[in-house]
């Protein structure tokens, strides 16, 4: 391996390389496959020519780390949302790459903004919790840590109690191209109060999701009062993760109740029949993540039910301008917030 002499735009010839770096990153565990990678970079909105940065070795064999930017959220707002992710290789020789690739990203971030016709955005970025390198290239890149985030494991999936549904709601299984509509608006209805206006869904977004191998109707819960979506617990199950692991691990993606429906035990009675249906499905343990802390009491529900914390993640962000602006004055470091 040789010095990282720039950074550059990436190309449809990098993707192995970009596969191995995640690997070799992840190791000894596997966090993503290649047709997980793909959907990642195939997203509505997201251009990976223009959207990825890569830096490459020198001698061409492979890449030293990887950063991009993306829309999220509904990407509607008046102030957009946009998300970065990225990784460097762990015996990268100096953090110059991983400070170049933030750069790249927030001078894009700028670029996506006024393509958008948006004065402002906030950029944000996860890392682990000690990774001191990461969060060492985002505070000198003017990001400031805003939050907390937790993955939760239950190991177990021998004891699960009978799900108690309130009266007059009625538990379903999706119904690919009949829900999409309902679900969608339930599912920003209900994140809507979420911390930091990133947990929102498009229906662009949600009709791709569809589309994934993970993504099995039988095990993504809907539940109904008539007519009215009140609550759902959309669950999935990585084949091919699987297969590369060889851990039965299936994840509760969300679990959302509409304001209307919360302090009536739909949440509980989500997640309970979210975990049989995994359970049922031939896992062996499941997975989720969520904010630290949750105002609605998210994970002190999921603690109730026998999920423990497994790792823990922090969220750093900045504000945007748009790239006229920004020619004149740059990203503005803020503590996390939407003014």
Not at 130 to 158: I, N, Q
Not at 246 to 258: K, L, N, S
Request: aromatic share 8%; proline share 4%; with cysteine.
């Amino acid at each position: 391996m040789t010095n990282a002499a720039f950074t550059r735009s990436y190309r449809d010839e990098d993707f192995d390389a970009l596969a191995t770096l995640i690997d070799e990153v992840s190791a000894p565990e596997r966090t993503i496959t290649r047709a997980g990678l793909r959907s990642f970079l195939s997203v509505p909105g997201y251009r990976p020519h223009t959207d990825l940065f890569v830096a490459p070795f020198t001698d061409g064999g492979g890449l030293w780390g990887a950063r991009d930017v993306r829309v999220t959220a509904r990407g509607d707002e008046d102030v957009l949302i946009l998300e970065s992710w990225g990784t460097v290789h762990p015996e990268v020789p100096s953090m110059s790459a991983a400070t170049a690739l933030m750069q790249a990203a927030i001078a894009r971030s700028s670029y996506l903004l006024g393509e958008r016709g948006r004065e402002r955005g906030i950029l944000q970025a996860r890392c682990a919790e000690d990774d001191t390198a990461s969060r060492v290239t985002f505070e000198a890149s003017g990001l400031v840590y805003a939050r907390d985030l937790v993955s939760m494991l239950r190991r177990s999936l021998d004891d699960i109690e009978e799900p108690r549904f309130p009266p007059g709601v009625e538990l379903g299984t999706y119904r690919v191209g009949v829900d999409d509509d309902a679900w969608v608006r339930a599912f920003n209805e209900a994140f809507a109060g979420h911390w930091g206006g990133f947990m929102g869904m498009s229906p662009a977004h949600w009709a791709h999701y569809l589309g994934e191998p993970a993504f099995k109707p039988e095990i993504s819960l809907v539940a109904w009062n008539g007519a009215e979506l009140a609550g759902f617990c959309h669950c999935r199950i990585d084949e091919e993760l699987i297969a590369l692991t060889e851990q039965r691990v299936g994840m509760i993606r969300y679990v959302g109740v509409i304001p209307t429906w919360r302090q009536k035990g739909l949440g509980a009675a989500l997640t309970l029949a979210g975990l049989r249906a995994l359970r049922d499905a031939g896992m062996e343990s499941v997975a989720l993540g969520v904010d630290a802390e949750n105002v609605t009491g998210a994970r002190r529900l999921y603690e109730r039910y026998g999920f423990e914390v497994v790792n823990r993640q922090v969220m750093y962000r900045v504000d945007i301008i748009a790239a006229d602006a920004a020619s004149t004055r740059g990203p503005i470091a803020t503590n996390g917030g939407i003014a």
